[in-house]
Nanobody, 117 residues
Framework: QVQLVESGGGLVQPGGSLKLSCAAS????????MGWYRQAPGKQRELVAT????????YADSSVKGRFTISRDNAKNTVYLQMNSLRPEDTAVYYC??????????WGQGTQVTVSS
């Protein structure tokens, strides 16, 4: 069974950047739209961005448009999230998984992103 491992989080000052990675232990289905989600303290997990197997991105959260970039490397079974101009409200645990009912895998442990001065 495919396992997802997120990494790349950390503590960063407002305006800073981070690049998150999500590595799958096995092959991700070519039909799978992958997504990055985040869960802030006391809030529900929400979808941030998605990307098709062909590389077409979509940003479900309008607040990240122009700041975040989702990408994927199918050969490496890895999905990335480049985050620039980070804001305190971006603080959350970030997860990756299938999106839009295309596929689903067991949730990983996530990676903590904290934006604070």
């Amino acid at each position: 069974q495919v396992q997802l491992v997120e990494s790349g989080g950390g503590l960063v000052q407002p305006g800073g950047s981070l690049k998150l990675s999500c590595a799958a232990s096995g092959s991700i289905s070519r039909f799978c739209i992958m997504g990055w989600y985040r869960q802030a303290p006391g809030k529900q997990r929400e979808l941030v961005a998605t990307i098709t197997s062909g590389g077409t991105p979509n940003y479900a959260d309008s607040s990240v448009k122009g700041r975040f970039t989702i990408s994927r490397d199918n050969a490496k079974n890895t999905v990335y999230l480049q985050m620039n101009s980070l804001r305190p409200e971006d603080t959350a645990v970030y997860y990756c998984n299938g999106a839009l009912y295309s596929c689903t895998y067991p949730w990983g442990q996530g990676t903590q992103v904290t934006v604070s001065s």
